[in-house]
């Protein structure tokens, strides 16, 4: 259980175009997911919170608008990376909250290793 | 502001030997603690975590941690080490949500 899958695992694009990422919870309902950045040989940073139904919450020095989120339903939420820059070559990782009863646990995604030309 | 400092940034030990990661936390509340393990290029396991109850806690693969209040510690254990355990280990702590990361540290095996 708890399986969090990401699509695609790795794109490559041109400096300026946008790319989305998507990530789904597979056997479980999210209401809320989370967006982490991770450079090589360090460890992750939290971008984002995604909360379906509503906007998300963005970290100190992320800018919303470069990176759109939208939660539209209980098991997906997407990240757009818009007007790709080389600075934004990164590996993406989302995860996605167990809820119910019992304390909260993340469970992450594959990751989503992005290069931009 | 809570904090995750894991002192090793890179620990080598031999198949079939023990392990410890140790992690050290800054918390201002009874912190939830968390281990994950990320294979290259993969996402992030969760080997085990904490909430409340028994401190010594069992996990995925044979991991276990033991949570020490007086110490702000959370270290990560293993009786015998396996080939496949390379890779890197990152402890975590957070309210019910937000979670916070430490640094990693890199698991090399030797045969």
């Known amino acids: 259980g708890a399986v969090v899958s990401q699509h695609p695992s790795r794109v490559i694009c041109k400096s300026g175009t946008s790319v989305k990422i998507e990530c789904r919870s597979l056997?479980?309902?999210?209401?809320?997911m989370f967006w982490y950045r991770q450079f090589p040989k360090q460890s992750l940073m939290l971008m984002a919170t995604?909360?379906?139904?509503?906007?998300?919450?963005?970290e100190q020095g992320v800018e919303k608008d470069k990176f759109l989120i939208n939660h539209a339903s209980l098991t997906l939420s997407t990240l757009t990376v818009t007007s790709a820059h080389p600075e934004d070559s990164s590996f993406y990782i989302c995860?996605?909250?167990?809820?119910?009863?019992?304390?909260?646990?993340?469970?992450f995604g594959p990751g989503t290793r992005l290069l931009v030309l | 502001a809570q904090s995750v400092t894991q002192p090793d940034i890179h620990i080598t030990v031999s198949e079939g030997a023990s392990l410890e990661l140790r992690c050290n936390y800054s918390?201002?509340?009874?912190?939830?603690l968390f281990w994950y393990v990320q294979s290259p290029g993969q996402g992030l396991q969760l080997l085990l975590k904490?909430?409340?109850?028994?401190?010594l806690v069992q996990g995925i693969k044979g991991f276990e941690a033991e949570f020490k209040r007086s110490q702000s510690s959370f270290n990560l254990r293993k009786p015998s080490v396996h080939w496949s355990d390379a890779a890197e280990y990152f402890c975590?702590?957070?309210?019910?949500?937000?979670?916070?990361f430490g640094s990693g540290t890199r698991l090399q095996v030797q045969p």
């Open positions: 918390y201002g509340a009874t912190p939830y």
């Open positions: 995860s996605a909250l167990t809820g119910g009863g019992a304390p909260e646990t993340q469970y």
């Open positions: 904490y909430f409340s109850g028994d401190t």
């Open positions: 995604s909360n379906e139904g509503s906007k998300a919450t963005y």
């Open positions: 056997d479980f309902q999210a209401t809320t």
């Open positions: 975590a702590v957070g309210s019910r949500r937000a979670l916070t």
